[in-house]
Protein backbone atom coordinates (compact mmCIF):
# COMPACT_ATOMS: atom_id res chain seq x y z
CA UNK A 1 0.00 0.00 0.00
CA UNK A 2 2.89 2.05 0.03
CA UNK A 3 2.39 3.63 3.53
CA UNK A 4 5.74 5.18 5.39
CA UNK A 5 6.85 6.43 8.61
CA UNK A 6 9.26 9.12 8.99
CA UNK A 7 11.84 8.36 11.74
CA UNK A 8 12.46 11.70 12.94
CA UNK A 9 14.19 13.84 16.10
CA UNK A 10 16.89 15.96 16.53
CA UNK A 11 20.62 14.80 15.32
CA UNK A 12 22.64 12.37 17.13
CA UNK A 13 19.71 10.62 18.64
CA UNK A 14 19.56 7.14 17.14
CA UNK A 15 17.84 7.41 13.87
CA UNK A 16 19.81 6.22 11.18
CA UNK A 17 20.92 3.55 14.26
CA UNK A 18 17.25 2.83 14.60
CA UNK A 19 16.66 2.89 10.82
CA UNK A 20 19.26 0.59 9.92
CA UNK A 21 17.97 -2.07 12.63
CA UNK A 22 14.70 -2.04 11.13
CA UNK A 23 15.20 -1.85 7.75
CA UNK A 24 15.79 -5.31 5.61
CA UNK A 25 17.43 -3.97 2.61
CA UNK A 26 18.98 -0.61 3.14
CA UNK A 27 21.40 0.59 5.68
CA UNK A 28 21.60 4.04 6.77
CA UNK A 29 25.38 5.70 7.22
CA UNK A 30 25.05 6.39 10.82
CA UNK A 31 27.42 8.96 12.34
CA UNK A 32 28.47 11.37 15.23
CA UNK A 33 28.26 14.71 13.38
CA UNK A 34 25.05 17.00 12.39
CA UNK A 35 23.22 16.08 9.52
CA UNK A 36 24.79 12.88 8.19
CA UNK A 37 21.64 11.70 6.75
CA UNK A 38 21.08 14.22 3.89
CA UNK A 39 18.72 12.76 1.31
CA UNK A 40 15.88 10.66 3.22
CA UNK A 41 16.59 6.40 3.19
CA UNK A 42 13.59 4.26 2.79
CA UNK A 43 13.57 0.31 3.94
CA UNK A 44 11.26 -2.18 3.23
CA UNK A 45 10.44 -4.19 6.81
CA UNK A 46 8.48 -7.29 7.23
CA UNK A 47 5.88 -6.75 10.20
CA UNK A 48 6.54 -9.96 12.20
CA UNK A 49 3.41 -11.76 13.02
CA UNK A 50 3.34 -15.44 14.75
CA UNK A 51 -0.20 -15.75 12.86
CA UNK A 52 1.34 -16.19 9.02
CA UNK A 53 4.28 -18.65 10.56
CA UNK A 54 1.09 -20.80 12.16
CA UNK A 55 -0.68 -20.79 9.10
CA UNK A 56 2.07 -21.73 7.22
CA UNK A 57 2.50 -24.66 9.34
CA UNK A 58 -0.51 -26.10 8.74
CA UNK A 59 -1.04 -25.73 5.07
CA UNK A 60 3.15 -26.09 4.24
CA UNK A 61 2.94 -23.96 1.13
CA UNK A 62 5.96 -23.22 -1.34
CA UNK A 63 5.83 -19.51 -0.34
CA UNK A 64 5.91 -17.76 2.92
CA UNK A 65 5.10 -14.13 2.19
CA UNK A 66 5.11 -11.51 5.52
CA UNK A 67 3.46 -7.89 4.62
CA UNK A 68 5.54 -5.29 4.77
CA UNK A 69 5.60 -1.16 6.23
CA UNK A 70 8.02 1.37 4.04
CA UNK A 71 10.54 2.85 6.90
CA UNK A 72 12.56 6.31 6.05
CA UNK A 73 15.13 7.65 7.85
CA UNK A 74 14.98 11.70 7.51
CA UNK A 75 17.86 14.12 8.17
CA UNK A 76 18.03 15.49 11.88
CA UNK A 77 16.13 18.63 12.56
CA UNK A 78 17.54 21.74 14.45
CA UNK A 79 15.84 24.92 16.18
CA UNK A 80 14.83 27.24 13.16
CA UNK A 81 14.52 24.36 10.78
CA UNK A 82 10.85 25.91 9.71
CA UNK A 83 13.01 29.08 8.77
CA UNK A 84 15.24 27.15 6.91
CA UNK A 85 18.21 26.79 9.75
CA UNK A 86 19.54 23.41 9.18
CA UNK A 87 18.40 21.20 6.51
CA UNK A 88 15.17 22.63 7.67
CA UNK A 89 13.11 23.26 4.06
CA UNK A 90 14.51 19.55 3.38
CA UNK A 91 13.54 17.90 6.32
CA UNK A 92 10.13 18.84 6.41
CA UNK A 93 9.24 18.71 2.82
CA UNK A 94 10.34 15.24 3.98
CA UNK A 95 7.71 14.71 6.68
CA UNK A 96 5.13 16.24 4.80
CA UNK A 97 5.42 13.03 2.96
CA UNK A 98 5.23 10.17 5.48
CA UNK A 99 1.87 8.67 6.97
CA UNK A 100 3.04 8.56 10.45
CA UNK A 101 5.82 9.97 12.21
CA UNK A 102 8.83 7.65 14.83
CA UNK A 103 10.12 9.90 17.04
CA UNK A 104 13.05 8.99 18.43
CA UNK A 105 14.10 10.80 21.58
CA UNK A 106 17.40 10.28 23.25
CA UNK A 107 16.77 9.50 27.26
CA UNK A 108 20.72 8.24 27.76
CA UNK A 109 23.85 10.54 29.03
CA UNK A 110 27.09 9.64 26.86
CA UNK A 111 29.41 12.32 27.06
CA UNK A 112 31.31 11.07 23.73
CA UNK A 113 28.31 11.37 21.79
CA UNK A 114 27.97 15.01 20.18
CA UNK A 115 24.94 17.26 21.71
CA UNK A 116 24.14 20.79 21.62
CA UNK A 117 20.60 21.32 23.05
CA UNK A 118 22.76 20.95 27.04
CA UNK A 119 21.46 17.84 29.08
CA UNK A 120 19.51 15.24 28.44
CA UNK A 121 16.21 16.55 28.45
CA UNK A 122 13.51 14.26 26.67
CA UNK A 123 10.52 17.04 27.31
CA UNK A 124 12.55 19.99 25.85
CA UNK A 125 13.68 17.84 22.80
CA UNK A 126 10.36 16.91 21.89
CA UNK A 127 9.21 20.61 22.48
CA UNK A 128 11.91 21.35 19.62
CA UNK A 129 10.63 19.21 17.11
CA UNK A 130 7.22 20.26 17.50
CA UNK A 131 7.76 23.66 17.48
CA UNK A 132 9.48 23.45 14.43
CA UNK A 133 6.59 21.52 12.76
CA UNK A 134 3.75 23.78 14.28
CA UNK A 135 5.51 27.00 13.40
CA UNK A 136 5.87 25.63 9.59
CA UNK A 137 2.04 24.65 9.76
CA UNK A 138 0.60 27.89 11.46
CA UNK A 139 2.48 29.30 7.74
CA UNK A 140 0.76 26.80 5.52
CA UNK A 141 -2.70 27.51 7.50
CA UNK A 142 -2.58 31.09 7.61
CA UNK A 143 -1.62 31.48 3.45
CA UNK A 144 -4.64 29.72 2.88
CA UNK A 145 -6.68 31.63 5.41
CA UNK A 146 -5.54 34.97 3.12
CA UNK A 147 -6.61 33.03 0.34
CA UNK A 148 -10.40 32.39 1.22
CA UNK A 149 -11.16 35.67 3.37
CA UNK A 150 -12.72 37.50 0.91
CA UNK A 151 -14.89 34.46 -0.28
CA UNK A 152 -15.76 33.68 3.50
CA UNK A 153 -16.48 37.90 4.06
CA UNK A 154 -19.33 37.31 1.46
CA UNK A 155 -22.56 36.68 3.75
CA UNK A 156 -24.07 34.14 1.13
CA UNK A 157 -21.12 31.45 0.73
CA UNK A 158 -21.67 29.45 3.94
CA UNK A 159 -19.26 27.38 2.84
CA UNK A 160 -16.25 29.74 2.71
CA UNK A 161 -17.53 30.68 5.89
CA UNK A 162 -17.20 26.90 7.54
CA UNK A 163 -13.76 26.31 6.13
CA UNK A 164 -12.56 29.49 7.36
CA UNK A 165 -13.81 28.57 10.57
CA UNK A 166 -12.02 25.32 10.87
CA UNK A 167 -8.71 27.10 9.48
CA UNK A 168 -9.03 29.56 12.39
CA UNK A 169 -9.56 26.81 14.96
CA UNK A 170 -6.53 25.16 13.61
CA UNK A 171 -4.61 28.74 13.74
CA UNK A 172 -5.89 28.96 17.04
CA UNK A 173 -4.34 25.70 18.06
CA UNK A 174 -0.47 26.16 16.74
CA UNK A 175 -0.53 29.78 18.55
CA UNK A 176 -1.35 28.28 21.35
CA UNK A 177 1.74 25.54 21.22
CA UNK A 178 -0.71 22.64 20.64
CA UNK A 179 -0.51 20.31 17.73
CA UNK A 180 -3.67 19.70 15.29
CA UNK A 181 -4.19 16.39 15.66
CA UNK A 182 -5.52 17.29 19.63
CA UNK A 183 -8.47 18.76 17.76
CA UNK A 184 -11.31 16.40 17.24
CA UNK A 185 -12.80 17.23 13.97
CA UNK A 186 -14.94 15.10 11.55
CA UNK A 187 -13.54 13.27 8.36
CA UNK A 188 -15.60 16.17 6.34
CA UNK A 189 -14.10 19.39 8.24
CA UNK A 190 -10.40 17.23 8.03
CA UNK A 191 -10.66 17.31 4.37
CA UNK A 192 -10.95 21.15 4.19
CA UNK A 193 -7.48 21.58 5.36
CA UNK A 194 -6.40 17.99 3.87
CA UNK A 195 -4.59 20.26 0.84
CA UNK A 196 -2.05 21.47 3.19
CA UNK A 197 -1.13 17.94 4.89
CA UNK A 198 -0.58 19.52 8.10
CA UNK A 199 2.95 17.68 9.53
CA UNK A 200 1.30 18.11 13.29
CA UNK A 201 -1.40 16.03 12.46
CA UNK A 202 0.11 13.38 12.04
CA UNK A 203 0.01 10.59 13.85
CA UNK A 204 3.18 10.25 15.95
CA UNK A 205 5.27 7.39 18.10
CA UNK A 206 7.67 7.68 20.46
CA UNK A 207 10.94 5.58 20.50
CA UNK A 208 13.13 6.32 24.14
CA UNK A 209 16.11 5.67 23.11
CA UNK A 210 18.00 3.73 26.55
CA UNK A 211 20.89 2.85 28.20
CA UNK A 212 21.90 -0.83 28.03
CA UNK A 213 20.94 -0.77 31.58
CA UNK A 214 17.75 0.46 31.15
CA UNK A 215 16.35 -1.91 28.06
CA UNK A 216 13.69 -3.66 30.50
CA UNK A 217 12.92 -0.95 33.53
CA UNK A 218 13.34 2.34 31.46
CA UNK A 219 14.69 5.04 33.32
CA UNK A 220 13.98 8.77 34.71
CA UNK A 221 14.42 10.11 31.10
CA UNK A 222 12.31 7.33 29.84
CA UNK A 223 9.49 7.97 32.59
CA UNK A 224 9.46 11.67 31.85
CA UNK A 225 8.92 11.46 28.26
CA UNK A 226 5.93 8.69 29.12
CA UNK A 227 4.38 10.43 31.24
CA UNK A 228 4.14 13.23 28.54
CA UNK A 229 3.50 11.06 26.06
CA UNK A 230 0.51 9.62 27.63
CA UNK A 231 -1.19 13.30 28.12
CA UNK A 232 -1.21 13.86 24.30
CA UNK A 233 -2.64 9.66 24.04
CA UNK A 234 0.20 8.59 22.32
CA UNK A 235 2.56 5.55 22.76
CA UNK A 236 6.72 5.22 24.04
CA UNK A 237 8.62 2.40 22.88
CA UNK A 238 11.60 2.00 25.07
CA UNK A 239 15.01 0.81 23.01
CA UNK A 240 18.27 0.57 22.76
CA UNK A 241 18.77 1.27 19.17
CA UNK A 242 22.65 0.58 18.88
CA UNK A 243 21.92 -3.54 20.77
CA UNK A 244 18.71 -3.48 18.50
CA UNK A 245 21.15 -2.65 15.38
CA UNK A 246 23.48 -5.51 16.83
CA UNK A 247 20.10 -8.08 16.98
CA UNK A 248 19.15 -7.33 13.60
CA UNK A 249 22.54 -8.46 11.71
CA UNK A 250 22.53 -11.52 13.91
CA UNK A 251 22.31 -15.09 12.18
CA UNK A 252 18.86 -16.43 13.76
CA UNK A 253 20.82 -18.94 15.48
CA UNK A 254 22.25 -16.58 17.37
CA UNK A 255 19.99 -13.95 18.38
CA UNK A 256 17.86 -15.66 21.01
CA UNK A 257 21.28 -16.39 22.66
CA UNK A 258 21.98 -12.89 22.53
CA UNK A 259 18.60 -11.76 23.18
CA UNK A 260 18.62 -14.38 26.50
CA UNK A 261 21.58 -12.32 27.85
CA UNK A 262 19.90 -8.99 28.25
CA UNK A 263 16.45 -10.40 28.66
CA UNK A 264 14.61 -9.76 25.95
CA UNK A 265 12.19 -12.73 24.66
CA UNK A 266 12.38 -10.83 21.03
CA UNK A 267 13.74 -7.68 19.57
CA UNK A 268 12.73 -4.98 20.83
CA UNK A 269 11.84 -3.51 17.14
CA UNK A 270 9.19 -6.18 16.67
CA UNK A 271 7.16 -4.31 19.30
CA UNK A 272 8.25 -1.03 17.34
CA UNK A 273 6.84 -2.27 14.17
CA UNK A 274 4.00 -3.54 14.99
CA UNK A 275 3.01 -0.36 16.83
CA UNK A 276 4.02 1.80 13.80
CA UNK A 277 1.60 -1.14 12.02
CA UNK A 278 -1.49 0.14 14.37
CA UNK A 279 -0.35 3.44 14.44
CA UNK A 280 -1.18 3.48 10.91
CA UNK A 281 -4.65 2.03 11.68
CA UNK A 282 -3.75 -1.05 9.64
CA UNK A 283 -5.16 -4.58 9.37
CA UNK A 284 -3.89 -7.57 8.15
CA UNK A 285 -5.92 -10.16 6.81
CA UNK A 286 -4.56 -13.75 4.94
CA UNK A 287 -4.50 -15.70 1.58
CA UNK A 288 -3.72 -19.43 2.56
CA UNK A 289 -2.60 -22.04 -0.09
CA UNK A 290 -0.05 -24.52 -1.73
CA UNK A 291 1.10 -22.30 -3.65
CA UNK A 292 1.84 -19.57 -0.62
CA UNK A 293 0.52 -18.29 2.59
CA UNK A 294 0.74 -14.45 2.55
CA UNK A 295 -0.40 -11.66 4.52
CA UNK A 296 -2.48 -8.36 3.16
CA UNK A 297 -2.41 -5.34 4.63
CA UNK A 298 -5.62 -3.06 4.40
CA UNK A 299 -6.80 0.27 6.22
CA UNK A 300 -9.55 -0.60 9.29
CA UNK A 301 -12.92 -0.78 8.02
CA UNK A 302 -12.15 -1.64 5.01
CA UNK A 303 -14.88 -4.00 2.73
CA UNK A 304 -14.34 -7.22 1.71
CA UNK A 305 -13.82 -5.49 -2.51
CA UNK A 306 -11.30 -3.11 -1.17
CA UNK A 307 -9.52 -6.17 0.61
CA UNK A 308 -9.39 -7.72 -2.67
CA UNK A 309 -8.03 -4.81 -4.07
CA UNK A 310 -4.68 -5.16 -3.04
CA UNK A 311 -4.67 -8.85 -4.68
CA UNK A 312 -5.30 -7.33 -7.84
CA UNK A 313 -7.75 -4.13 -9.02
CA UNK A 314 -9.58 -6.89 -11.45
CA UNK A 315 -10.63 -8.16 -7.81
CA UNK A 316 -12.59 -5.84 -6.53
CA UNK A 317 -13.73 -4.94 -10.09
CA UNK A 318 -15.73 -8.13 -10.61
CA UNK A 319 -16.25 -8.83 -6.93
CA UNK A 320 -18.86 -11.39 -6.54
CA UNK A 321 -18.30 -12.59 -3.54
CA UNK A 322 -15.75 -13.60 -0.48
CA UNK A 323 -15.07 -17.54 1.71
CA UNK A 324 -13.84 -16.75 4.81
CA UNK A 325 -12.64 -18.06 7.57
CA UNK A 326 -11.76 -17.01 11.10
CA UNK A 327 -7.81 -17.31 12.04
CA UNK A 328 -8.73 -18.78 15.18
CA UNK A 329 -11.06 -21.44 13.23
CA UNK A 330 -8.35 -22.14 10.93
CA UNK A 331 -6.33 -22.47 13.59
CA UNK A 332 -8.43 -25.62 15.43
CA UNK A 333 -10.12 -27.20 12.51
CA UNK A 334 -6.64 -27.56 10.15
CA UNK A 335 -8.14 -26.83 6.61
CA UNK A 336 -10.40 -25.17 4.55
CA UNK A 337 -12.32 -28.23 3.78
CA UNK A 338 -12.68 -29.32 8.11
CA UNK A 339 -13.95 -25.36 8.47
CA UNK A 340 -16.23 -25.76 5.32
CA UNK A 341 -18.31 -29.17 7.07
CA UNK A 342 -17.98 -27.60 10.25
CA UNK A 343 -19.62 -24.75 8.92
CA UNK A 344 -16.72 -22.09 9.78
CA UNK A 345 -15.98 -21.20 6.25
CA UNK A 346 -18.91 -17.79 5.61
CA UNK A 347 -19.89 -16.73 2.85
CA UNK A 348 -19.37 -12.74 2.40
CA UNK A 349 -20.70 -10.15 0.14
CA UNK A 350 -19.73 -6.34 -0.76
CA UNK A 351 -20.67 -5.23 2.05
CA UNK A 352 -18.67 -7.02 4.55
CA UNK A 353 -16.46 -5.21 6.76
CA UNK A 354 -12.88 -7.35 7.06
CA UNK A 355 -11.60 -8.22 10.34
CA UNK A 356 -8.11 -8.76 11.70
CA UNK A 357 -6.95 -12.03 10.56
CA UNK A 358 -9.61 -13.53 8.42
CA UNK A 359 -8.36 -16.41 6.41
CA UNK A 360 -9.83 -15.00 2.65
CA UNK A 361 -10.74 -16.28 -0.74
CA UNK A 362 -12.56 -14.18 -3.50
CA UNK A 363 -14.98 -14.95 -6.19
CA UNK A 364 -14.89 -12.85 -9.70
CA UNK A 365 -15.72 -12.35 -12.70
CA UNK A 366 -14.33 -9.97 -15.23
Same mark, same amino acid.
Given at each position: ??????????????????????????????????????????????????????????????????????????????????????????????????? #?? %????????? +????? /?? &???? =? !?????????????????????????????????????????????????????????????????????????????????????????????????????????????????????????? #?? %????????? +????? /?? &???? =? !???????????????????????????????????????????????????????????????????????????????????????????????????
Amino acid at each position: MGLQCGIVGLPNVGKSTLFNAVSNNAKAQASNYRFCTIEPNVGLVDVPDDRLNKLAEIVKPNKIIPTTIEFVDIAGLVKGASKGEGLGNKFLANIREVD #AI %IHVIRCFED +ENILR /EE &GGIN =P !GGDKDIIDTELQLKDLESVEKKMQRIQKQAQVSSDVKAKHEYEILKQCRDCLNDGKNIRSLKFSKEDKLLFADLCFLTDKPVLYVANVDEVSILTGNKYSEALTKIAEDEGAQVIILNNSIE #AQ %ISEMEEEDK +ELFQS /EY &GLTE =P !GLNRLIRSAYKLLKLITYFTAGVQEVRAWTIHEGWKAPQAASVIHTDFEKGFIKAEVISYNDYLHYKTEAACRESGKLRIEGKEYIVKDGDVMHFRFNV
